[in-house]
């Protein structure tokens, strides 16, 4: 069984079964169950994380690894069995987005990453000293917004 | 709301499952110990609160805010096997 949505962003979507992301919790503060990943610009490092319940509820995410190579994860035990995976940097992560007009100001959440394995999503407080909540995305070289450093 | 008085070492039960033990007092301090069902999020509130606030300023985005382009191709495997991609 597969999911079609309208999306009030995106016109119609549709996810296969597989490519449903399970969030048994939700996202902090934020309702919906299923989510599913959209990239709408490949290359660009942005993912829309889309709520499958909710048409009007998306948010925009990266992976913090390509952004900050210096990205560390630590989660509380009781986290790490929650997820169901020993090492978490194993899965698949994202921060979400607080999009701004300038590029420069555009931050992410390292304090509570999403952390998707197997299927199902869980929203974390990551306990590393330089999780912070807003992070800046891009570092200012000279008059243009460049990523940190490049993804290896 | 319930208000109690409590000494530390004395709990409180919250439902069936979640059991909220004073630990401790120290001045202007209360130390809680709680225990929960796994599955069952804990925060601080003020953490809480903060998350929150990203996810909704995060959700607020319209479909065209985001730069285009701004990082190297591994950007692209981010998205992994499942993510929808434009055809």
Redesign the interface.
């Known amino acids: 069984m597969s999911m079609t949505i309208e999306s009030s962003?995106?016109g119609t979507?549709?996810?296969?079964d597989?490519?449903v992301?399970e969030f048994?919790?939700g996202?902090?503060?934020?309702g919906g169950t299923h989510y599913?990943?959209?990239?709408?610009?490949?290359?660009?490092?942005?993912?829309w994380l889309h709520c499958l319940d909710d048409p009007t509820?998306?948010?925009?995410?990266?992976?913090p690894r390509?952004?900050f190579p210096s990205f560390s994860l630590q989660l509380g035990a009781?986290d790490c069995?929650?997820v169901g995976v020993e090492d978490p940097m194993s899965a698949?992560l994202f921060v979400?987005?607080?999009?701004r007009p300038r590029?420069e100001e555009?931050t992410v959440?390292l304090?509570?990453p999403i952390v998707v394995w197997e299927g199902r999503g869980h929203?974390l407080?990551n306990s590393a000293p330089n999780a912070e909540?807003?992070a800046p995305l891009?570092a200012m070289v000279g008059e243009g917004?460049q990523?940190v450093v490049?993804?290896? | 709301m319930l208000i109690l008085t409590r000494r530390p070492g004395e709990r409180v039960v919250i439902g069936d499952d979640v059991l909220v033990t004073v630990m401790e007092i120290s001045g202007q301090t209360v130390r809680l110990g709680i225990a929960a069902p796994?599955?069952v999020?804990i925060?601080r509130e003020e953490?809480?609160l903060?998350?929150?606030?990203?996810?909704?300023?995060?959700?607020?985005?319209?479909?065209g805010?985001?730069?285009?382009?701004?990082?190297?191709?591994?950007?692209?495997d981010?998205?992994?096997e499942?993510?929808?991609?434009?055809s």
């Open positions: 962003r995106f979507l549709h996810f296969e597989e490519a992301i048994p919790l996202l902090i503060g934020l599913g990943l959209i990239d709408r610009n490949p290359n660009s490092g942005f993912l509820l998306a948010l925009p995410v990266v992976d390509l952004f009781e069995e929650l698949a979400t987005v607080r999009a590029p555009i959440n304090r509570a929203q407080l909540l807003q891009f917004a990523p490049d993804a290896a | 796994g599955g999020p925060f953490i809480w903060a998350v929150k606030e990203e996810n909704r300023a995060a959700a607020q985005a319209d479909a805010a985001l730069p285009e382009g701004t990082t190297s191709p591994a950007a692209s981010a998205a992994g499942g993510a929808q991609r434009p």
